[in-house]
């Protein structure tokens, strides 16, 4: 089955090992897509994966993790899009389910699965950092419409997984991410598109495996602090001061799963 509604944006950067195996699992979903690889890093290393597996290749002149994301966006006109990330996997089921989702709810906004973690080659049990988010995914996965029961969710921690998540582009009209975040860009995301009136629909399935390894984006940033100060800034949007303190002693130590 294909569609043409949708498409997978690679956000690719540098030479990343990881690169072939995201596009391998893109091309092995049950639905097919449109594939593409965004990057600001072009190199021979993208250019020989897009030229062996026949995608194509966007370029933007400046780097970044916010601009990346929003250069993906900007790359393609379908209704439907995925950002995916160069290191992730995506399981062969993940397009059809999320689509099947967005498509049965004309106010969709966005689709997210649920995803485990993969590190050196081994796919990990869920650590007690991704039952939490599970457990605060329950009020939008009973709830898709309701934005106090989304702001009830997101208010505990950022739960949705962004590279999980497929965006209704023709309900986002314009949607770009907020540069001035560098770790908690998806979160602040998920803050202003959940003001919004439509559905947050959460496909309660594992369908992608999130890697973690050094050279992360997310590692990196909890290794200069940027995530810790980006992380209170996001609670002081939903929480007190009071509130706000305590749930970053819990929230820092969550960090040491990655």
């Known amino acids: 089955m294909r569609t043409d509604d949708h498409t997978f944006v690679i956000c690719a950067y540098k030479e990343s090992q990881f690169l072939e195996d995201c596009i391998q699992s893109l091309l092995e979903q049950t639905v097919q897509s449109k594939i593409i690889i965004s990057t600001a890093t072009p190199n021979a290393h993208i250019s020989n994966l897009a030229k062996k597996y026949q995608l194509s290749v966007t370029t933007h002149s400046k780097a970044g993790i916010g601009i990346d994301w929003n250069a993906g966006l900007n790359a393609t006109n379908t209704k439907y899009v995925t950002l995916a990330h160069q290191d992730d996997i995506y399981l062969p089921e993940f397009l059809e389910e999320s689509l099947n989702k967005l ?6 906004l966005i689709a ?4 485990l973690e993969k590190k050196d080659g081994t796919v990990l049990k869920r650590t007690r950092n991704l039952k939490i988010k599970r457990i605060a995914l329950t009020p939008i996965k009973y709830f898709p419409k309701s934005v106090f029961m989304r702001n009830r969710s997101l208010s505990l921690g950022n739960s949705i997984c962004c590279p999980a998540v497929t965006y209704n582009m023709s309900n986002l009209k314009a949607f770009q991410f907020d540069l001035n975040f560098t770790s908690n860009l998806d979160w602040e995301a998920w803050y202003r598109i959940s ?5 947050f629909l959460y496909v309660d ?3 992608m495996y999130h890697r973690i390894h050094e050279e992360s ?4 940033a909890i290794q200069n602090n940027k995530r810790t100060s980006e992380d209170e800034e996001m609670f002081r949007k939903y929480w007190p001061n009071g509130i ?8 820092i130590k969550s960090q040491e799963t990655n």
Do not use: A, Q, W
Not at 195 to 199: E, I, N, P, T
Not at 217 to 220: A, C, F, G, Q
Not at 244 to 251: N, S
């Open 217 to 220: 984006e997310t590692s990196n």
């Open 103 to 108: 498509t049965s709810d004309t106010d969709s």
């Open 244 to 251: 706000v303190k305590l749930l970053m002693k819990f929230y």
């Open 195 to 199: 003001k919004k009136k439509g559905s």
């Open 112 to 115: 997210f699965t649920d995803y």
């Open 205 to 207: 399935k594992p369908l």
